[in-house]
């Protein structure tokens, strides 16, 4: 609708409007999801640094005569299911948190109680089951899993405030309306339950 009114429009990062064509934008960068590290003429490149790259790129080539719609979908911080690490930060971002011990809800640790509670479907195959097994099962996995989570998220905040530095810099921020919203409010092991909720 945007377009169709005179706005220059972007899509960045993960793409999960399949049934929405690609081409009504008039700029998108590949499907960005299911990877955090991946080769890229010939380089190592993290997902949100990708995805921070295309957004400047589409930032600095928009036409600047014309209102702009530009979505940035992070993948980070999704967890890579089925993989052991499940969370891989970016490597300056190792440092980050390291003084700090999170706090695995008492319910997610010794969660028989509270598991034993659930509906019947919350059972050993549900989803958010399996990913409690993958993240947060054993405390010192779990500490290793929440401080790279967020390292992630520290590493999307980061690339927020550049994207809004650039807007700056192009003397259009005090006219552009920024929403931040996200579908991965993430479950930290509570219930025994890993996940979106």
């Known amino acids: ?30 499907d960005e999801y299911g990877w955090h590290w991946r080769k890229i003429a010939g380089k190592m490149v993290h997902v ?8 400047m790129e589409f930032l600095k080539t928009r036409p600047k005569d014309s209102p702009f719609l530009l979505t940035v979908a992070f993948f980070a911080p999704h967890g890579v299911d089925g993989d052991p690490q499940q969370y891989y930060p970016q490597n ?40 409690w097994h993958w993240r947060y099962d054993e405390p010192i996995k779990a500490e290793k899993m929440m401080k790279n989570f967020y390292r992630m998220e520290t590493e999307v905040d980061k690339t927020c405030g550049n994207l809004i530095k650039e807007l700056s810099r192009q003397g259009v921020l005090n006219k552009t309306l920024i929403i931040f919203t996200t579908d991965n409010g993430n479950s930290h092991g509570e219930h025994g339950l890993a996940g979106k909720w």
């Open 92 to 131: 300056e971002s190792f440092g980050l948190y390291n003084d700090v011990n999170f706090t695995i809800p008492l319910n997610g640790i010794n969660m028989d109680e509270s598991w034993n509670r659930l509906p019947s479907f919350f059972n050993e195959i549900n989803e958010g089951r399996k990913r």
């Open 1 to 30: 609708m945007l377009r169709d009114r005179g706005y220059y429009t972007g899509q960045v990062g993960k793409w999960q409007f399949h049934t929405y064509p690609r081409d009504k934008w008039n700029f998108t960068s590949d």
């Open 48 to 55: 949100t640094k990708k995805n921070e790259l295309d957004a």
